[in-house]
């Protein structure tokens, strides 16, 4: 029966075994934020929160036996009693009306990249805030639509309803945080361009949590790229110091993105993650490549307590390319978790995985990345690499590559590496005149420096140099965190 | 510039030198010549720092401090560098970056300002005529995908723009061809003053024909048995180690093999 698994589980993830009868109910918790929202929130998305919540309630938290979430004890999430900031009517959010209002442009100076004059999209706490926003999207380019999810639910639904939650299932136990996102779906981001736009200046989505307590948030991120159109987006969360100052107190952010990239499309997504040293940050990415389309993500994590990034790819188009990047700095106690799952349903596709992270302290790091050859994606190249660093010895990561390849004409590489600082190069930097810890910067920022090299937007390559060089691993520092 | 007394060090619990006595001045050049296995490289690697070295007795005195109480990089910012015998690759890292890095370094610990991009480059592009590298090489990581002969002379470019004061180059020549040997050694030369000096560790004597030593010792079995001027490593050449193994009938040596 299900309790002895439990309990096994439990002992896996150094968890009392009380503790999962208080996880097990606890995924009702936030029934009343569900029955508030269906009351107030946008109506056309009645059924669908009806539908995801009750799948949540069913679901329940995940546990550390699901396999996605074996090395990922979500406990204390679980156990913590998050509250949702803005139940507010529609359009807005009246709280967040408040919040944003107290926060100005100056607090948000740290998540600001230098040289890029585009459209910023900023939502606080979940709730797209025009007045935050609103003059960047202004003089949007022509054919390129930028709008509150909300706004749109209420003044043309047409625009998202065929896409919202298509591509983010929330069916199986694993995908719960989907589930609670969707189930509790309020407000967001949708970006649509035009076919044969190109967006030449970068898209930023700003993800901010403010205000004191215990807050969670459930961004929902919708990009529709037309076909043969061109854009690339940062998605960037982290938070401002709550009124009361109160820094330490542990928020959530559970945030779903679903992309649909067109035949012949181009998007870049790059994803930021500077949580607070004690957030957690839960978010998965679902995408669909046309034919010829070409999409590429870089998720950056740099400061949570857990970080766990699930990236979806489906590649239904003959000859797409999909690339997965990620960089991942994890010190302190904390746990970043990256999964990814590209499915080759269509032949003719390249995908490129490349993953590093570098470990300090006692934190933990998981990958884990999944490729699906179909049985006739014929002529697939999946290409997967994960190398970690780990600067201490008490860190540590799990990594694990997952082949399923049904079709017999392909080509699937994967590889994994796990090292340590090299002894000799250290010596080399040193007799050279660097001390311990510029070498040890300079060879940690040496590590990084191909995935680097493949961002393209010079200010987050800058912001990265300056977090890589400058933070000096092992010094107690809570968070890589710029903000 | 620098007194080795009675320097003894063990490396992997075996003892490799057993008290090696050296002095060098300012304005001189001393070559320090051995068979495989005799402790130069050993002796090369305890003056610049190099941690699993450990050293058991004696001291070395450097312009007047105890050099065996400095990190590896206080001596280099002090002005002594290391040419290794086996330069690191290290991906990533461009040697123009590595080279602003250590140069700055140097100079702040000199008293002078630190040098900006465009002063750097100025700097560089100066020294790599002489030693006849092409400016890609700065853009490029360090050492990775160099040949022997470009590592090697990559070390002696780093030894040019850092201007020590005591160079302790440890076979730089070992895999150089003659022309690749001349170069370096134009460089070495070219850093030659009355303020400086240079300790040149090497196998063959060859190299000593480009850089002309003022002093040559003879390194057996971890101690120096015999010193001489540069006609001692003439003789070296032509009669070979076992001449000296013989001749001074040092114990411990039979491992290692008279010569090449």
């Known amino acids: 029966m299900d309790r002895d698994r439990d309990v096994r589980s439990s002992r896996r993830g150094d968890e009392p075994i009380e503790m999962m009868t208080e996880v097990a109910e606890s995924h009702e918790i936030y029934r009343t934020e569900f029955e508030q929202i269906q009351r107030q929130g946008a109506e056309n998305l009645r059924s669908l929160r009806e539908r995801a919540f009750g799948q949540f309630v069913h679901s329940g938290w995940p546990t550390t036996r699901l396999e996605p979430w074996r090395f990922t004890n979500v406990a204390p999430i679980a156990r913590s009693r998050f509250r949702l900031p803005s139940v507010g009517t529609g359009v807005g959010g009246d709280n967040t009306a408040d919040v944003a209002g107290a926060i100005d442009h100056t607090q948000l100076a740290p998540f600001e990249l230098a040289g890029i004059d585009g459209p910023r999209v900023v939502c606080i706490n979940g709730r797209f805030s025009s007045a935050l926003s609103g003059a960047s999207l202004a003089t949007l380019p022509a054919g390129v639509e930028v709008h509150g999810l909300a706004d749109v639910l209420a003044t043309n639904p047409a625009l998202v309803e065929s896409h919202l939650s298509k591509l983010a299932g929330f069916d199986t136990p694993a995908s719960s945080f989907t589930a609670l996102n969707t189930g509790l779906l309020q407000d967001g981001v949708v970006v649509r361009v035009a076919a044969h736009t190109v967006v030449e200046t970068p898209i930023q989505l700003l993800f901010v949590t403010a205000g004191g307590g215990q807050i969670m948030t459930h961004p929902r991120v919708l990009v529709l790229a037309g076909e043969q159109s061109q854009l690339r987006l940062v998605e960037s969360y982290g938070s401002v110091p709550g009124v009361t100052g109160d820094d330490d107190t542990p928020y959530f952010t559970n945030a779903v993105t679903e992309v649909v990239v067109g035949d012949g499309a181009v998007v870049d997504h790059h994803k930021l993650v500077r949580e607070r040293a004690q957030a957690y940050h839960i978010a998965s990415m679902h995408l669909t490549t046309g034919r010829g389309s070409t999409f590429s993500s870089h998720a950056i994590t740099l400061g949570g307590a857990i970080v766990r990034n699930d990236v979806r790819a489906e590649m239904n188009g003959e000859d797409g390319e999909c690339t997965l990047n990620g960089l991942y700095l994890a010190n302190g106690r904390s746990l970043v978790d990256n999964h990814t799952t590209i499915h080759h349903a269509a032949p003719h596709c390249n995908s490129h995985e490349l993953y590093k992270g570098i470990l300090d302290d006692q934190s933990r790091a998981v990958f884990n990345g999944k490729i699906i050859v179909a049985i006739d994606a014929q002529k697939t190249d999946a290409k997967q690499t994960n190398k970690a660093l780990l600067l201490s010895e008490d860190a540590q990561i799990n990594t694990k590559p997952e082949l399923e390849i049904f079709a017999d004409d392909v080509r699937c590489t994967h590889g994994a590496t796990i090292g340590q600082l090299d002894e000799n190069a250290l010596f080399y930097l040193r007799a050279r005149g660097l001390d311990v810890e510029q070498a040890r910067n300079v060879l940690i920022h040496a590590f990084a420096s191909d995935l680097l090299n493949r961002i393209t937007i010079p200010s987050i390559r800058a912001q990265l140099d300056d977090v890589l060089l400058q933070q000096l691993p092992g010094t107690g520092h809570a968070s890589f965190a710029i903000a | ?260």
């Open chain 2, 1 to 260: 510039m620098l007194e080795v007394k009675n320097l003894h060090a063990r490396v992997g619990g075996r003892e490799i030198l057993k008290g090696i006595d050296l002095s060098v001045k300012a304005g001189e050049v001393h070559a320090i010549m051995g068979p495989n296995g005799s402790g130069k490289s050993t002796l090369a690697c305890v003056l610049a720092g190099r941690d699993e070295y450990h050293v058991t007795d004696g001291s070395v005195d450097y312009e007047g401090s105890d050099l065996l109480d400095m990190e590896p990089e206080e001596r280099a910012r002090a002005g002594v560098f290391l040419a290794f015998q086996y330069p690191v690759e290290i991906p990533g890292v461009n040697n123009a970056y590595l080279l602003k890095a250590a140069l700055n370094e140097v100079r702040k610990h000199r008293g002078d300002s630190e040098l900006d991009a465009i002063d750097f480059m100025e700097f560089v592009k100066e020294r790599m005529g002489v030693l006849e590298i092409d400016q890609g090489l700065l853009k490029r990581p360090v050492n990775e995908g160099f040949s022997g002969g470009e590592k090697k002379r990559n070390e002696i470019f780093q030894m040019v723009v850092l201007e020590p004061k005591l160079a302790i180059m440890d076979e730089t020549d070992s895999g150089l061809d003659i022309d690749a040997l001349k170069v370096v050694s134009r460089g070495v030369n070219a850093l030659r003053s009355p303020e400086r000096a240079t300790v040149v560790v090497t196998h063959y004597q060859r190299l000593l024909n480009y850089i002309v030593p003022d002093f040559v010792h003879v390194l057996s079995g971890g101690r120096i048995v015999k010193t001489g001027g540069k006609e001692l490593a003439l003789e070296l050449e032509e009669k070979g180690y076992g001449w000296i193994e013989t001749e001074t009938s040092a114990p411990h040596v039979a491992a290692t093999s008279p010569s090449r």
